[in-house]
């Protein structure tokens, strides 16, 4: 784990790393597909690499999960987006939709599925925790816990869980694990506890944040 002196440098050097690798990528390909978390922690990071010097034109991004609530919600994930990364030189990016109103998530998931599959796979892949060890929205008890944790799962897949106030779409495990690099950013001592928790748990069931961990990822914190 990186551990940053305060949460303003956490998020300025994250910035930094992640506009460091999608710049590569970009050297090496013709796009490049970034996948950011919503909730409450990582506006000054998205913030930050809003300003970052690449050819974000070339840039795709995804949020790792949605809550099903419109984009007038204070909740909605992609409001948080809008408002945070796509301004500046990001406003030139492709925002890959994670949310389409609908009766239910699951009206939905075939025509959001495409589009995410087709800008798969990634090639940066920034994640979030909660403090029951929940990543995107694959929470503990979640209803389709199995399958999203599943090496079969889909990219996609709705999801319900009793920490969760509204149904989600998330990002699977096979997706998330297969990006080319991956940082989990926290912040908060509940946090660094909860990772404690999770580095000494081996089953993905209770921590899903091991899916991340498994594969390698750089955690970033800071108190
Ligand atoms: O609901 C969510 O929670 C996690 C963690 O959010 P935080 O507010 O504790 O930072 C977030 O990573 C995820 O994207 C979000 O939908």
Same mark, same amino acid.
């Given at each position: 784990?990186?551990?940053?002196?305060?949460?303003?440098?956490?998020?300025?050097?994250?910035?930094?790393?992640?506009?460091?690798?999608?710049?590569?990528?970009?050297?090496?390909?013709?796009?490049?597909?970034?996948?950011?978390?919503?909730?409450?922690?990582?506006?000054?990071?998205?913030?930050?690499?809003?300003?970052?010097?690449?050819?974000?034109?070339?840039?795709?991004?995804?949020?790792?999960?949605?809550?099903?609530?419109?984009?007038?919600?204070?909740?909605?994930?992609?409001?948080?987006?809008?408002?945070?990364?796509?301004?500046?030189?990001? !406003?030139? $990016?492709?925002?890959?939709?994670?949310?389409?109103? #609908?009766? &239910? /998530?699951?009206? =939905?998931?075939?025509?959001? +599925?495409?589009?995410?599959?087709?800008?798969?796979?990634?090639?940066?892949?920034?994640?979030?925790?909660?403090?029951?060890?929940?990543?995107?929205?694959?929470?503990?008890?979640?209803?389709?816990?199995?399958?999203?944790?599943?090496?079969?799962?889909?990219?996609?897949?709705?999801?319900?869980?009793?920490?969760?106030?509204?149904?989600?779409?998330?990002?699977?495990?096979?997706?998330?694990?297969?990006?080319?690099?991956?940082?989990?950013?926290?912040?908060?001592?509940?946090?660094?506890? !909860?990772? $404690?928790?999770?580095?000494?748990?081996?089953?993905? #069931?209770? &921590? /899903?944040?091991? =899916?991340?961990?498994?594969? +390698?990822?750089?955690?970033?914190?800071?108190?």
């Amino acid at each position: 784990m990186i551990r940053y002196d305060d949460r303003a440098a956490l998020m300025t050097n994250l910035a930094e790393v992640v506009a460091g690798e999608l710049r590569t990528a970009l050297h090496q390909q013709a796009h490049a597909t970034l996948a950011v978390p919503g909730g409450t922690t990582p506006g000054p990071f998205l913030t930050a690499l809003s300003d970052a010097d690449l050819d974000w034109s070339r840039v795709r991004v995804m949020l790792t999960d949605e809550r099903f609530v419109p984009e007038s919600s204070d909740r909605s994930n992609t409001r948080l987006l809008r408002g945070t990364l796509l301004q500046n030189r990001a !406003a030139a $990016a492709t925002l890959v939709p994670f949310y389409r109103e #609908a009766d &239910a /998530p699951e009206d =939905v998931l075939d025509a959001l +599925g495409q589009s995410i599959g087709a800008a798969l796979p990634l090639d940066v892949c920034v994640l979030g925790m909660g403090a029951d060890m929940h990543t995107a929205s694959i929470f503990p008890g979640a209803d389709r816990l199995a399958e999203a944790l599943s090496p079969d799962a889909p990219p996609l897949l709705p999801m319900r869980a009793p920490g969760a106030p509204e149904p989600r779409l998330t990002l699977t495990a096979p997706v998330l694990a297969a990006a080319r690099h991956i940082h989990v950013l926290i912040q908060g001592q509940d946090k660094a506890d !909860a990772l $404690a928790q999770a580095q000494a748990e081996d089953d993905r #069931a209770v &921590a /899903p944040i091991r =899916v991340a961990l498994d594969a +390698g990822a750089t955690v970033h914190w800071a108190a």
